[in-house]
């Protein structure tokens, strides 16, 4: 099975602060993604990885970075924590090629709340 | 850019009886993927069932199935012999066959379903 791992479940920081989420995939998954979710709006894409050190945009990265440093990890960077950016954060992964293998498998989410 | 929409942001049905969740979409896409994810409370999101845009044929898995049609652009969860275990989020989503780097998830808003006794 796959295993997508996230460092916290819930996290609680000041406005300002600089904040990472980090991201684990244990399948040598090629492609690695972040989403935000929040009542009402669904799952939308903050930025994706589909190599190592290689990034996109998603739909929405304004106040975020992210860094892919080694193939299985994926980190979502929130340079100054706003309390907009409070939400549940979501990291998935997926094999990369086609067909099944662009299926994404999610990590448990973490709950980040800025004050 | 693609659409998907979720008309129906809560839902309940009665244990053992069947219930059918609604998400249409909208893209000018040929090949496509599409996909129905279920989020339980306070637990991780898991994938319930993938059709693709290509084939004919519903997908289906176990007490899962989907009715997809394709020129209406509606794809739909029949979840049939409900138990209090399928409670949970609901999200329809598309992604459109791979071009370039990675492919994309477009996500509804969700269903929240409640099985009850």
């Known amino acids: 099975d796959v295993k997508v791992t996230q460092s916290s479940r819930y996290l609680v920081k000041r406005t300002g602060e600089k904040v990472f989420l980090e991201c684990v995939q244990d399948?040598?998954?090629?492609?690695m993604f972040w989403y935000r979710q929040d009542p009402g709006l669904g799952l939308r894409l903050i930025y994706f990885?589909?190599?190592?050190?290689?990034?996109e945009k998603g739909d929405i990265p304004e106040g975020y970075s992210v860094s892919r440093e080694k193939k299985e990890r994926f980190s979502l960077i929130l340079e100054s924590a706003s309390t907009n950016q409070t939400s549940m954060y979501l990291c998935a992964s997926s094999l990369g090629g086609t067909g099944s293998q662009e299926t994404q498998y999610f990590g448990p989410g973490t709950r980040l709340l800025v004050l | 850019a693609q659409t998907v929409t979720q008309s129906q942001p809560e839902m309940s049905v009665q244990e053992a009886e069947t219930v059918t969740l609604s998400c249409t979409y909208d893209t000018s896409e040929n090949n496509y993927y599409l996909f129905w994810y279920k989020q339980p409370p306070s637990r991780q999101m898991i994938l319930v069932i993938r059709q693709e845009a290509y084939k004919q044929q519903n997908a289906t898995e176990n007490r899962f199935s989907v009715n997809f049609q394709k020129a209406a652009k509606s794809f739909s969860l029949k979840i049939s012999d409900s138990q209090l275990g399928d409670t949970a989020m609901y999200f329809c989503a598309f992604m459109k066959q791979r071009t370039g780097t990675a492919s994309k998830l477009t996500f509804g808003t969700g269903t929240r379903l409640q099985v009850t006794l």
């Open positions: 399948m040598d998954h090629e492609n």
């Open positions: 990885s589909y190599d190592v050190k290689m990034k």
